[in-house]
């Protein structure tokens, strides 16, 4: 530890760490669980609670969100370990191609999936009809069954990526040392590779079971009647008559609890099995023989595609002759000159709002980062525990708990392009905190010492030496921050006004009017921007695929 | 008064732990100095309070007649060596070892003599453009000494520099930092736990010991007059006589008084073997069965139960015929030169 004396820039920065936490996130958590705690008049009571326990409309929510959080796990799991587990262990023809199709499916705007599954399989929908024709009829995808495919499509690519990352890193001579002790195959993928892999497996889980909790988009589209938590905060938020904000305030409430018990219950089952294998002895790809290998390739393919269908459904329709919101036979560029024409002011409020919180959240992560991992202490442990919070937070939560914060008192942002910024910022910025310490932790802190002995002072050693170091990875952290910056809807959706509106609230609001030339066009260029900065991002770390998630 | 005096220093981690406990040393001008002890002992934490990136908790550190620890460390003008190496991996060799030059105001022309020549020394002239990165540690190693060097620093500190390096190219770079050192006439502080690579290195020898120093002195001196008990064993190896009527009778034939001694030692390289009935004239013998026969190549360890303990004899160059079997009947001659007594607080008690 490099003592630095007189220059106390350290406390400075831990104080404004604390000022910054105190107004972005524990002044809107705790506005959020004041007002569920208190009724119109301004008095305490337990009512809002006590609704919640009583009404069937909640119990049915609370119910729908379990379903679809685990359907979704689940389905996730399942994909995820089947693609991850051909991909890492048998020879897959265009093995990146599939990984390319599963950040596709990663990257893509939100909720574009499900109206994509509605083009294809929905009441009027294109497969659908040709099935028709050929005389099979098949239900259309609305309901729980269509969400569940759908986030399972969307959010496989969590666990993909985790467990093929873990399964290229099971050291083979454990595998040998298992055969050598007469384990049939199947027992040994069972008691040596899949312990091994399994803290990946509930990571991977995990992401998916909290995002598909969160989400808001998908049942919202999909769901037809079927309420999941999210969706009825926001009904109860946004509702034109009647908006009950101390009612969607308290499904905030249990949204973060049921959030946190999860991201808990995961630590908990992975505690003691982190594995360390060194990487001397890599597994080798088996080359399979006959349908054993058509199989796999089929699944794998199938997953992939299947996965990445929304993205390509949007960007074909995207060119799609439209007359309105109708389309028309052949190919024209008409939803792009209606972007151009009329939508202007849209991507560059998505654009302008994106950079400004990416710059806030390279900056201050960085800075916070360091302070973590260079100042140990007791204060220092708490930030960094108090930086997890945000992870479970739903962004719909988060747009609540701001407006409840904001609307009034102090600090009013309501209806600026600042609150949308500042809700990005507290969601994103533990990603870089974390990333920050950690690769400072992985620095040896000779390197710094050398400069000074050198002749550097500790600031200027810091500058010449550490941050060039951490610079590629900063770039990239803050590239990947850009995609879910951009991405973003359900915050924006709760915060937005008329002149703060971003792409994917347009999107929204376009596809419910019906107008999908727009919303596919808006979507692709979503895309567009997203996929450079994932090829930027990985420019400068190399090919890192996990650090998407 | 010497060139680098440190008096008393103290330095406490929590409430109880010293890591150093009253440390004087004093270094002269282009002397290699070694700190040497068995991690934990306080050598590192020492090297760091005279490179400034801990200060003590008291004491003082004089170097050339001015007090250092009022120098925060970026102006105290040392060079330092680390263990594992700190070279810059987003820098080129030249400008890893140009680094320290830039905030000394160096024009651009004579930094480029300086720089090549420190190269030219540690032999990696030929490389100056690479990047450290996929050179091998012996190499890294070798930059991080040019970098040190280059600014012709008041004093060097080198901290297990070769630990993190393979047996043969430790030896190897050892003798080149020893003949570096002489060559450019800066005083050195050596940190390392191999007793060995102290003592092929060094001008003189400081082994510590659990925060305390246990004895000042030359390799000879450290290794052939060891003054605790601690450093006869950290230096080289003991042999302890059991207590007993065959060490009485031992130390009455070599004619060594036993007074105020609480510990008798050899080291194995001091003892000898004869066959069972074998007698030296003006040495003791103990008679004894080989347990052990380890062939070390240039040396073998027969280890030989006696009725004055385990004894382990060193035989150097041993040949076929050296070979010993378990369980054969051997003597051990210890000659009167050979026992080493120390006291009841581990310090030398002298004949």
């Not at chain 1, 406390?11 to 669980?33: C, Q, R």
């Not at chain 1, 799991?77 to 199709?101: D, E, H, N, P």
């Not at chain 2, 030359?218 to 302890?240: C, K």
Request: charged share 15%.
């Amino acid at each position: 530890m490099i003592v630095m004396p007189r220059f106390n820039f350290w406390t400075v920065i831990m104080i404004l760490t604390w000022v910054m936490l105190f107004v972005l996130l524990f002044v809107p958590v705790g506005s959020v669980l004041v007002s569920s705690l208190y009724d119109q008049g301004g008095n305490f009571t337990l009512a809002n609670y006590t609704k919640f326990l009583a009404e069937s409309r909640f119990h049915q929510a609370f119910a729908n969100t379990l379903v679809v959080g685990f359907g979704g796990l689940f389905g996730a799991l399942l994909l995820g370990s089947i693609m991850a587990f051909c991909v890492s262990r048998f020879v897959i023809r265009g093995g990146k191609f599939v990984s390319l199709l599963a950040i596709l499916a990663l990257v893509s705007p939100p909720f574009i999936g499900a109206y994509s599954w509605i083009v294809l399989f929905g009441a009027g929908g294109v497969v659908r009809g040709f099935l028709r024709d050929l005389g099979i009829s098949m239900p259309p995808i609305y309901g729980v069954g269509g969400i569940l495919i759908v986030f399972s499509l969307k959010f496989y690519p969590y666990v993909y990526l985790m467990v093929s990352g873990a399964l290229s890193n099971v050291n083979r001579s454990l595998e040998e040392a298992a055969e050598g002790l007469g384990l049939t195959p199947w027992q040994r993928t069972m008691r040596i590779s899949f312990p091994m892999v399994f803290p990946a497996l509930t990571a991977g889980g995990l992401l998916a079971l909290i995002h598909a909790i969160a989400d808001f988009g998908t049942p919202r589209l999909l769901g037809r009647g079927y309420n999941v938590l999210a969706t009825e905060a926001f009904t109860l938020y946004a509702a034109e008559v009647g908006s009950n904000m101390s009612m969607a305030t308290t499904i905030s409430v249990v949204l973060i609890i049921v959030s946190m018990i999860f991201v808990l219950l995961q630590r908990y089952m992975s505690r003691r099995n982190v594995y360390h294998g060194n990487m001397i002895n890599k597994p080798i790809r088996i080359q399979l023989k006959g349908w054993r290998n058509v199989l796999a390739h089929f699944a794998v393919y199938f997953i992939g595609l299947c996965g990445a269908l929304p993205v390509i459904i949007s960007v074909i329709y995207s060119f799609r002759k439209t007359s309105g919101p109708v389309f028309q036979d052949g190919f024209a560029l008409q939803s792009y000159e209606r972007i151009l024409f009329g939508l202007g002011d849209v991507v560059r409020n998505s654009l302008s709002f994106s950079v400004a919180a990416v710059a806030l959240i390279v900056v201050v992560g960085t800075v916070v980062g360091v302070l973590v991992a260079r100042r140990t202490s007791l204060n220092t442990a708490l930030l960094d525990g108090a930086f997890m919070v945000p992870y479970v937070m739903p962004g719909i939560v988060i747009g609540i708990a701001f407006i409840a914060a904001f609307n009034t008192g102090p600090i009013v942002l309501t209806g600026t392009a600042a609150i949308i910024i500042l809700s990005i910022f507290i969601r994103r910025l533990p990603y870089t905190v974390r990333t920050t310490a950690t690769s400072l932790r992985q620095l040896s802190p000779s390197m710094e010492e050398a400069a000074i002995s050198l002749g550097y002072s500790p600031f200027q050693a810091f500058l010449r030496i550490t941050v060039p170091l951490i610079m590629p990875g900063i770039i990239a952290g803050g590239m990947l921050s850009f995609v879910t910056a951009i991405n973003e809807l359900s915050s924006s959706l709760v915060l937005y006004v008329g002149s703060t509106m971003t792409m994917p609230v347009r999107i929204y609001l376009l596809i419910l009017d019906g107008d999908f030339g727009v919303a596919a066009a808006l979507s692709t260029i979503l895309l567009l921007l997203s996929g450079s900065a994932v090829y930027i991002a990985f420019r400068f770390m190399g090919r890192n695929e996990q650090a998407l998630l | 008064m010497s060139y680098l005096t440190v008096t008393n220093a103290t330095k406490r981690f929590g409430p109880t732990f010293m890591a150093l406990d009253g440390v004087s040393v004093s270094i002269e001008r282009g002397e290699f100095f070694t700190l040497l002890g068995p991690s934990g002992c306080g050598k590192t934490t020492l090297l760091r309070a005279i490179a400034g990136f801990n200060d003590l908790t008291s004491g003082a550190i004089v170097l050339d007649g001015a007090d250092l620890r009022t120098l925060p460390p970026h102006q105290r003008d040392i060079g330092m060596v680390f263990q594992d190496y700190a070279v810059f991996p987003h820098l080129s060799v030249f400008d890893n070892v140009g680094f320290g030059l830039k905030p000394r105001k160096v024009p651009a022309a004579e930094l480029k003599i300086r720089v090549t020549e420190a190269l030219d020394t540690v032999r990696l002239g030929a490389m100056a453009e690479r990047l450290p990165a996929a050179m091998s540690g012996g190499q890294q190693q070798r930059i991080g000494l040019a970098r040190a060097m280059v600014i012709k620093p008041r004093l060097l500190l080198m901290d297990e520099p070769l630990s993190n390096l393979d047996a043969k190219l430790r030896i190897e770079l050892r003798e080149e930092i020893r003949d570096i050192q002489k060559q450019v006439d800066i005083a050195t502080i050596y940190v390392t736990h191999d007793q060995e690579e102290a003592l092929a290195i060094s001008d003189r020898i400081c082994v510590m010991n659990a925060g305390k120093i246990e004895q000042v002195g030359t390799p000879q001196e450290i290794y052939g007059n060891p003054q605790t008990r601690f450093v006869a064993e950290f230096v080289g190896s003991i042999n302890v006589f059991r207590p007993g009527s065959a060490l009485d009778a031992m130390l009455a034939k070599l004619g060594h008084a036993p007074g105020g001694a609480a510990t008798w030692t050899a080291r194995p390289e001091h003892l000898a073997l004869v066959e069972p009935d074998g007698q030296d004239s003006g040495a003791a013998t103990l008679p004894g069965t080989v347990t052990k026969f380890t062939y070390l190549g240039r040396e073998a360890h027969v280890q030989v139960d006696t009725p004055a303990g385990l004894l382990v004899v060193q035989i150097a160059n041993p040949g076929m015929a050296a070979t010993r079997h378990t369980g054969d009947a051997v003597a051990v001659v210890v000659p009167p030169s050979a026992p080493m007594a120390f006291g009841p607080d581990g310090a030398r008690v002298k004949r």
